[in-house]
């Protein structure tokens, strides 16, 4: 079956500390994304990184972090530095980074910071 | 500036009523992409519908359909004999070349909260 895997489902840190919110795909797309969603909120894009080893800031990337190894996995570090980490935060991939193409995404992570 | 609006932020509606949500959207480019999202309450967005500024034809698939207006900038979502299982947040985006060149990124609106009552 193919998709896009994010884990966990919820994930609660505590203030001051990094934590890597992963994501894995098997659908053999080039491009991957993460976005944020806030409560009544649309999807804003964090990262995006249309081929390995390559990643660019999308309009909210303070505080974040990514890293492009493999074309399967764009793991997102949410670094202590990011004012208001707790959100929900969706992964997506496109066949590639044209605009033409539409982006599935993975069921999300809900992370929590006390 | 790019900019896609859902002016509803939620509708409720009874089970078997059609119902129309809104989109108008804001971009310079003459060759963009508009996109059409459901969220349900598990989280995951799921893809609906992809149509080009070229394509001006309304689409039907079962018992939705979207109408394309270029001359008003809206791109709007029909549910017809709604269900309660179309109860979800559902989203418009647009794809243009805001990040420069061909890149896809998605701009979203704040989306549009629909609840199907039986």
């Known amino acids: 079956d193919g998709g896009i895997t994010q884990s966990p489902k919820y994930l609660f840190r505590k203030e001051g500390q990094n934590v890597t919110l992963s994501c894995e795909q098997n659908l053999n797309h080039d491009a991957m994304y993460w976005y944020r969603q806030d409560p009544g909120q649309g999807l804003r894009l964090i990262y995006y990184?249309?081929?390995?080893?390559?990643?660019q800031k999308g309009d909210i990337a303070e505080g974040y972090s990514v890293s492009r190894e493999k074309k399967e996995s764009f793991p997102l570090t949410v670094t202590s530095a990011q004012k208001n980490p707790t959100a929900f935060y969706l992964c997506?991939?496109?066949?590639?980074?044209?605009?033409?193409?539409?982006?599935?995404f993975g069921p999300g992570t809900r992370l929590t910071v006390t | 500036a790019q900019k896609v609006t859902q002016a509803q932020t939620e509708i409720s509606v009874v089970e078997k009523e059609d119902v129309t949500l809104d989109c108008v959207y804001e971009?310079?480019?003459?060759?963009?992409?508009l996109f059409w999202y459901k969220q349900p309450p598990s989280g995951e967005l799921v893809f609906l519908i992809r149509r080009n500024s070229f394509d001006e034809q309304n689409e039907i698939s079962g018992r939705y359909s979207w109408n394309f207006q270029k001359s008003t900038s809206s791109f709007n979502f029909t549910i017809t004999a709604s269900q309660v299982v179309d109860s979800a947040v559902y989203f418009c985006?647009?794809?243009?070349?805001?990040?420069?060149?061909?890149?896809?990124?998605?701009?979203f609106g704040k989306g549009t909260k629909l609840s199907v009552k039986p």
């Open positions: 985006a647009l794809s243009d070349s805001n990040y420069g060149g061909s890149q896809g990124n998605l701009i």
């Open positions: 997506a991939s496109s066949i590639d980074g044209g605009r033409s193409y539409e982006q599935y």
């Open positions: 971009t310079r480019d003459t060759t963009y992409y």
């Open positions: 990184s249309q081929i390995v080893n390559d990643f």
